[in-house]
């Protein structure tokens, strides 16, 4: 299996925004059933958000409002665009399938905010 590869952290100050993109192999993907997953230093991963199988999305409490996840099926892509970023929203972000078996998790995206 080919694993996703993310894109698109970097450093940013508190109150700004990022977008997010994952490229996923054709075999893998749909927009259903996928998420983005965050790691913070000395912490466990965890959900941020993720497109269900029946097209609904769900997001942690801690970025409900700020952030959207979407996909694009034509490009084997989902998205996460993240607004009023906050310093603990820095982690690496990771996305891979969500309410099925995961797949290898590929190197994630470092987003840091940080004034």
């Known amino acids: 299996q080919v694993p996703p590869v993310e894109s698109g952290g970097g450093l940013v100050q508190p109150g700004g925004s990022l977008r997010l993109s994952c490229a996923a192999s054709?075999?893998?993907?749909?927009?259903?059933?996928m998420g983005w997953y965050r790691q913070a230093p000395g912490k466990q991963r965890e959900l941020v958000a993720a497109?269900?199988?029946?097209?609904?999305?769900i997001y942690a409490d801690s970025v409900k409002g700020r952030f959207t996840i979407s996909g694009d099926n034509a490009k084997n892509t989902v998205y996460l665009q993240m607004n009023s970023l906050k310093p603990e929203d820095t982690a690496v972000y990771y996305c891979?399938?969500?309410?099925?078996?995961?797949?290898?998790w590929g190197q994630g995206t470092q987003v840091t905010v940080s004034s």
């Open positions: 891979n399938t969500y309410g099925r078996s995961f797949v290898s």
């Open positions: 497109i269900t199988s029946t097209s609904g999305t």
């Open positions: 054709r075999i893998l993907f749909s927009i259903n059933g």
